[in-house]
């Protein structure tokens, strides 16, 4: 089995770049870390990957005049390394038409939030001040649009009564790391086509019903 070669950028902590090394840590999984990639030199995920042996990248942006230089350097880097799948993990470089043209549906990102509800920053804050009763993340295709693109894989979690955003927040990354190694299974057994502007999976199951929260379960 070829296994489809990753290049994960990100801009710090890495922890959604460790889920995807601990998914590909199993050899049946069917993508590999071919490079981790970094705008900033002190992104401590990059500590995580080259501690693994993952060839590691940091491609600073401000060593470049203006954005499509230094897309041209993170794209050579990419390509030489033969990278099949660019996987955004808390990268914060607004990346232009140019390189999303170049990766076309070869690109996804993962947000914390259920698009297209809270696109931005600041999105465990924004749906606690909104009092929804469910949160989550999604990973999506990206499109020169920040936070729109086609939708592979989301995850809902639970907004609790006495949830700060902190705990909010765990949950939801604890999600995500559950959702971008499945999102990137399915793109990479060639599950995911995208038609009509929308992602449709092959062959995977869904879950069937509805979740309540507040539930009609007996408290305590
Ligand atoms: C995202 C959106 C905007 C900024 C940072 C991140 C979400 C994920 C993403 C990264 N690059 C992308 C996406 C996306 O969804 N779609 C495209 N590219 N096309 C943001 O405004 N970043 C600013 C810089 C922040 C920093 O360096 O700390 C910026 O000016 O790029
Ligand atoms: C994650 O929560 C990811 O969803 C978010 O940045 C965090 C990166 O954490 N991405 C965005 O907000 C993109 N708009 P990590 O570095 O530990 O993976």
Redesign the pocket.
């Known amino acids: 089995m070829e296994r489809l070669a990753l290049g994960v950028l990100?801009s710090?902590?890495?922890?959604?770049?460790q889920a995807l090394i601990d998914a590909c840590a199993d050899p049946t999984f069917p993508a590999r870390i071919a490079v981790a990639l970094s705008n900033r030199a002190d992104a401590g995920?990059l500590d995580r990957a080259a501690a693994q042996g993952i060839p590691c990248a940091v491609v600073p942006h401000r060593d470049h005049p203006d954005r499509e230089g230094f897309e041209r350097a993170v794209d050579r880097v990419l390509r030489d390394a033969g990278v099949g799948l660019v996987c955004l993990?808390?990268f914060m470089r607004v990346l232009t038409p140019w390189f999303v043209g170049a990766w076309a549906n070869r690109l996804i990102?993962?947000?914390?939030s259920l698009l297209p509800a809270f696109p931005g920053?600041d999105?465990h804050r924004r749906a606690l001040d909104a009092g929804v009763r469910f949160h989550g993340?999604t990973v999506h295709f990206v499109r020169a649009d920040v936070?729109s693109g086609p939708i592979v894989v989301q995850a809902a979690v639970p907004v609790l009564p006495d949830d700060d955003e902190a705990r909010l927040a765990a949950r939801?990354?604890a999600a995500?790391h559950r959702c971008y190694p499945l999102a990137v299974r399915l793109v990479a057994e060639g599950r995911v086509r995208i038609v009509g502007g929308r992602a449709v999976v092959e062959g995977a199951a869904a879950p069937r019903g509805a979740a309540l929260n507040p539930c009609d379960c007996a408290s305590s």
């Open positions: 990100i710090g902590r890495g922890s959604n770049l995920g993990a808390g990102n993962i947000h914390p920053l999105t993340c936070d939801v990354l995500e």
